[in-house]
C-alpha cells in the first residue's frame, strides 16, 4: 500500500501562479523527497528534506517538512508550462534509507 | 552523472509469453535497484528490491515466480514477466543508487518500460 496521500490529486493554475502541493504520510521517516514524473516518463529527483530539517529551498521550489503532524509541502513559485508534470512525495524510513516508497501523486497543469 | 538506462522503452506481447526488462546503472555501481510497477493515473508501487549477488525481496502481494527478478552484476538488474497476462499491462520503472552513497542520496530512475499484452 502507498505510504502516504498527495493533496490535491489534481491542479490547474494559471501560469506565473504558486502551486502547492501537500503529502501526508504514515510512518516515522528518516527522510522525505519530492519527484516529478512527465507523461510516460521515469521520474527526476526535486529535492530531498531530512527529518531534522523544517524548510529547504531549491531554486522556485520550496518543501516544508512537519513531522509531528506527519505532512509535507511542495511550493512551486511562478510557475511555467513546462512544469506541467505529476508530482509525487516520496518517504525513506530509518531501517531502509534507500528504500523510498511514493504517495499518490499530484498532476499539475498550467495554463499558459 | 548517475544515469539508469532502462531497455526496452515499449514492449508488445503475447499472452502467456514471457518478457524480459533490463535495468543498468551506466556511470555508477548499485548493490541494490528497486523495481516499481505504474499503472495509469496512478503512484509507483513498489514490487520488489533487487540485491546484487542475492535474491531478490519482494513486496507483499507480489509474485515471485511470476515476476523474476535477477541482479548478476553491481550494474544490472532484469526483471522478467513470465507467462504474461493482459492485466500485467503496465508501466515498469527501476530505479538504483550509486554504491557507497550515504542515506541521504535520491534515488536516480530509469525511463520505463510500457508493457502491453495482448
Known amino acids: 500500500s502507498q505510504q502516504g496521500e498527495e493533496d490535491p490529486q489534481a491542479l490547474s493554475i494559471q501560469e506565473g501562479e504558486n502551486a502547492t502541493m501537500n503529502c501526508s504520510y504514515k510512518?516515522?521517516?528518516?527522510?522525505l523527497q519530492w519527484y516529478r514524473q512527465n507523461s510516460g516518463r521515469g521520474l527526476v529527483h526535486l529535492i530531498l528534506i531530512r527529518s531534522n530539517e523544517r524548510e529547504k529551498h531549491s531554486g522556485r521550489l520550496r518543501v516544508t517538512l512537519d513531522t509531528s503532524k506527519k505532512s509535507s509541502s511542495l511550493l512551486i513559485t511562478a510557475s511555467r508550462a513546462a512544469d506541467t508534470a505529476s508530482y509525487f512525495c516520496a518517504t525513506a524510513s530509518y531501517s531502509s534509507a534507500s528504500k523510498i516508497i511514493f504517495g499518490s501523486g499530484t498532476r499539475l497543469s498550467i495554463r499558459p | 552523472g548517475a544515469v539508469v538506462s532502462q531497455h526496452p522503452s515499449w514492449v508488445i506481447c503475447k499472452s502467456g509469453t514471457s518478457v524480459k526488462i533490463e535495468c543498468r546503472s551506466l556511470d555508477f555501481q548499485a548493490t541494490t535497484m528497486f523495481w516499481y510497477r505504474q499503472f495509469p493515473k496512478q503512484s509507483l508501487m513498489l514490487m520488489a528490491t533487487?540485491?546484487?549477488?542475492?535474491?531478490?525481496?519482494?513486496e507483499q502481494g507480489v509474485e515471485k515466480d511470476k515476476f523474476l527478478i535477477n541482479h548478476a552484476s553491481l550494474t544490472l538488474s532484469t526483471l522478467t514477466v513470465t507467462s504474461a497476462h493482459p492485466e500485467d499491462s503496465s508501466f515498469y520503472i527501476c530505479?538504483?543508487?550509486?554504491?557507497?552513497?550515504?542515506?541521504?542520496?535520491?534515488?536516480?530512475f530509469g525511463n520505463g518500460t510500457r508493457l502491453t499484452v495482448t
Open positions: 533487487s540485491n546484487e549477488g542475492s535474491k531478490a525481496t519482494y
Open positions: 510512518t516515522s521517516i528518516n527522510n
Open positions: 530505479s538504483a543508487s550509486p554504491r557507497g552513497t550515504g542515506t541521504y542520496s535520491p534515488l536516480h
